[in-house]
């Protein structure tokens, strides 16, 4: 199968850098959220990020007309009966995404796979909601997407190896270097940095150093691009604590245990950079 339109579920951060390294590819795409104003602002993100690479002398003016005008913005899942491919980014919610993949099994034509962006729940549970589990897989972007160059590709249980090599293939042709990961809690990126996130943001709880001790450290000491608790800014502190969710429950394990902090963060809605607060103020 030749993937020629290619669909995302979710404008937000993760969903708009992915529709546009898609558009970048050459791909038709079809970018749907639940309203309009949602997907108006992910086509401003991809839009501006277009224009400074124009300045930059990056692209040309004309590529980047090309770009945006491949990508269609939805607001009826419907949309996705047009897509051979389609790629969840909606919040990380499992609700949430059993539903999508319920309806998208629906809507999609038979032959269409359905990837996961998700960052922790497994793949064979999104499968398990779907008639087509075989043609169901993850296919794990980074944040910034247009900038990060892994995409995480992981195989559930009843993932055929067509609907594999075919995700691994698009991974190349957006640009990315995939890395195969298996089923597990986390699979590899987030079983990894996810901990160490949480152990920073325990030491700033155990008043171990500020928050610009433990970036600096990490920073500096580690030759990191950024600190940790600048990185879960980035990310989202609600999606850090729902991956730690993931680990904690799915391995039983009590050092995978949320720090309070985090949650408390959470709680009070302090989710980082995208609301304007978090560990630092934005
Ligand atoms: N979107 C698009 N492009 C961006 C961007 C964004 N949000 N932020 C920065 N960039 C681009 C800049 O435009 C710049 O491009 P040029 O080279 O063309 O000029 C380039 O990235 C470098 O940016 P800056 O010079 O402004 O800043 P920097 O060198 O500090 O890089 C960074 C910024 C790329 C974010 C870097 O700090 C970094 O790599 N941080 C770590 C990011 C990381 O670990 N991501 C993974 C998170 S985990 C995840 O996503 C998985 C999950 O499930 C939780």
């Not at 997907?39 to 002398?57: A, Y």
């Not at 150093?209 to 980035?234: C, F, Q, S, W, Y």
């Amino acid at each position: 199968m030749e993937v020629k339109t290619f669909g995302v579920i979710g404008a937000g951060q993760m969903g708009n850098g992915i529709a546009q390294v898609a558009a970048m590819s050459g791909l038709q795409v079809i970018m749907n959220d639940i309203n309009d104003e949602f997907v108006q602002r992910g086509m401003k993100n991809i839009t501006n990020l277009l224009t400074k690479s124009v300045e930059k002398g990056k692209m040309s003016a004309d590529e980047k007309a090309a770009v945006l005008g491949r990508i269609k913005t939805s607001v009826s899942l419907q949309d996705m009966a047009a897509a051979d491919y389609v790629v969840e980014a909606a919040t990380e919610n499992e609700p949430i995404k059993f539903k999508i993949f319920q309806d998208l099994d629906k809507i999609c034509r038979p032959e269409a796979i359905l990837a996961s962006n998700t960052s922790s729940i497994p793949i064979g549970r999104i499968a398990a909601q779907t008639k087509r589990p075989t043609q169901v897989i993850g296919m794990h972007f980074m944040n910034p997407v247009p900038v990060m160059k892994l995409v995480e590709v992981i195989r559930g249980l009843p993932t055929s190896d067509e609907t594999f090599k075919l995700t691994w293939d698009l991974a190349v042709k957006f640009g990315k270097t995939p890395a195969e990961s298996s089923d597990f809690p986390g699979f590899i990126a987030n079983r990894i940095l996810l901990p160490m996130i949480n152990e920073a943001i325990y030491a700033l709880y155990h008043g171990v150093g500020t928050r610009e001790a433990i970036d600096t450290v990490m920073k500096l000491g580690m030759n990191h691009p950024m600190g940790p608790l600048a990185l879960a800014d980035l990310i989202g502190l609600d999606t850090c604590l729902a991956i730690m969710e993931t680990l904690y429950k799915g391995f039983s394990d009590s050092k995978y245990r949320p720090c309070p902090l985090l949650r408390k963060y959470v709680e009070a809605g302090w989710l980082g950079k995208k609301t304007g607060r978090g560990f630092y103020e934005y």
